[in-house]
């Protein structure tokens, strides 16, 4: 999962647990299948965290990241 990937690291875009509004919302940011995701950042304590996809730093709570599989490169 997205939100299991270490700081610095790149993965691609597997697929997606989330539904409704979420998922779409997730697809709009560029969190598509095979796209490479960098994770950027984490907050103190874990939540948010900060990637970087399709060129762009994008902000998501752990629980969305948790919803999003990838595999690790």
């Given amino acids: 999962m997205l ?4 700081l610095g690291r790149r993965a691609k ?23 490479e995701v960098e994770l950027i950042r984490r907050a103190p304590f874990g939540d948010p965290i900060q990637c970087r996809v399709a060129n762009c730093c994008v902000t998501l709570p752990e629980s969305e990241a948790a919803l999003i599989e990838v595999d690790n490169d």
């Fill in 3 to 6: 939100s299991d990937v270490e």
């Fill in 13 to 35: 875009i597997h697929r997606h647990h989330a539904t409704g509004a979420v998922r779409q919302r997730l697809l709009n940011l560029g969190f598509t299948p095979q796209a």
